[in-house]
C-alpha cells in the first residue's frame, strides 16, 4: 500500500468514526463544484457507500461552471445529489 493509498485509508475511517461517535448513520455533503469539496465528496463515497446526500452549493458568486463541475463529478463517482434543495426549508 502506498502512501496515498493509506492516507486515504485514515481519512475514510475518520470520517466513519467521527460521524458515528456524532451518533449519526446518514451524512449530508455540500458540494460546490470546487477541489477540496471534490475530494472530499469521493472520501464520503468511500465512507458511507449511498448513506450520504451531496447537497450543490452555490452562492451569488458561483459560476455555472462551479455547478456543472459538480453535477459532473456526482454522477462520475454515483454520488446521489440534489441541486435544488430549497424544500428543506418549506
Not at 19 to 35: D, M, N, P, Y
Amino acid at each position: 500500500m502506498n502512501r496515498y493509498e493509506l492516507l486515504e485509508k485514515h481519512l475514510v475511517a475518520f470520517l466513519q468514526q467521527e460521524v458515528q461517535k456524532a451518533g449519526f448513520s446518514k451524512v449530508i455533503l455540500g458540494i460546490s463544484g470546487g477541489v477540496d469539496s471534490a475530494v472530499v465528496a469521493i472520501l464520503a463515497k468511500k465512507a458511507f457507500h449511498e448513506n450520504f446526500l451531496g447537497l450543490m452549493l452555490p452562492s451569488s458568486t458561483s459560476s455555472t461552471a462551479s455547478l456543472e463541475h459538480a453535477t459532473e463529478l456526482c454522477q462520475k463517482f454515483s454520488i446521489p445529489f440534489e441541486k435544488n434543495f430549497y424544500w428543506c426549508f418549506k
